[in-house]
């Protein structure tokens, strides 16, 4: 069993950096698949960001591409999500969610392919 917890999330001017990070509690960490994923006011909750359990396989949502990175640090248990020229639309509730036991696997863009998913933390950006 996992428990993840987001931080990092803020409200900053349009253009600015942040850098999200999620720790999982648990052994399972190391094994597991990450995603990120954002919930905007009136919108379904979408995929931004995967990456398998040795960092070998990394996915972004078009949108983002070329402005996110996401890396994982397993002997901290710790995923990150780095967001740099950020903009309005991209204020929303930030999650990151895992799925157990993947080393054989990559990365995933759905939602029910996790097991576990943090309580999010909030990014706000003003125009």
């Known amino acids: 069993q996992l428990h993840l917890v987001e931080s990092g999330g803020g409200f900053v001017q349009a253009v600015a950096s942040l850098r999200l990070s999620c720790t999982a509690s648990g052994r399972s960490f190391s094994t597991s698949a990450m995603g990120w994923f954002r919930h905007a006011p009136g919108k379904e909750r979408e995929f931004v960001a995967g990456i398998s359990w040795n960092g070998g396989k990394i996915g972004y949502t078009e949108s983002v591409e070329s402005r996110f990175s996401t890396s994982r640090d397993n002997a901290k248990n710790t995923v990150f999500l780095q967001m740099n020229s950020l903009r309005p639309e991209d204020t929303a509730v930030y999650y990151c969610?895992?799925?157990?036991?993947?080393?054989?696997?990559?990365?995933?863009?759905?939602?029910?392919?996790?097991?576990?998913w943090g309580q999010g933390t909030q990014v706000t950006i003003s125009s």
């Open positions: 969610a895992a799925r157990v036991a993947s080393s054989s696997g990559g990365y995933y863009r759905q939602e029910s392919s996790y097991n576990y």
